[in-house]
């Protein structure tokens, strides 16, 4: 069983703030931006070019230099689509799939599609029989 399988090139900030779970892929050219934490579940899919951000900037514009860090956490069986990128403070549920180019600034729900800028959910995935 692998552990993590990652094409290259890969960025990160530092690296050691990346949680995986088993059998993540993760594709080329993605940036990780680790310091606030990100944590994929198992078997999750995440496209080439993804960006997952845990740093954002104060809006106030004497306080812009101010850096905020909130973890972004992925959950098992995701599938991320290529060039999505993900905001921190982020929580994606299980078996969600997040459609290539979205931007995600909000939560989503276990097992639904999210698409767009910024990602609205646009369906829910059934389970098949």
């Not at 990128?85 to 997040?98: K, Q």
């Not at 931007?103 to 097992?111: A, E, G, I, R």
Request: net charge neutral; with cysteine; glycine share 12%.
């Amino acid at each position: 069983m692998k552990v993590c399988e990652c094409f290259l090139p890969f960025y990160s900030d530092f690296g050691r703030n990346i949680h995986l779970g088993k059998n993540v892929f993760i594709n080329g050219a993605c940036h990780f931006q680790d310091q606030g934490g990100i944590y994929i579940g198992d078997n999750t899919l995440i496209g080439h070019a993804c960006v997952l951000a845990t740093l954002n900037h104060d809006l106030l514009p004497e306080h812009r230099g101010d850096l905020h860090m909130e973890a972004i956490k992925i959950g098992a069986n995701v599938w991320i689509g290529s060039n999505a990128t993900i905001l921190g403070g982020v929580s994606i549920g299980d078996g969600a799939v997040v459609a290539a180019g979205a931007v995600v600034s909000k939560d989503v729900p276990p097992m639904s599609i999210v698409a767009g800028v910024p990602a609205k959910l646009i369906k829910t995935i059934k389970e098949q029989k």
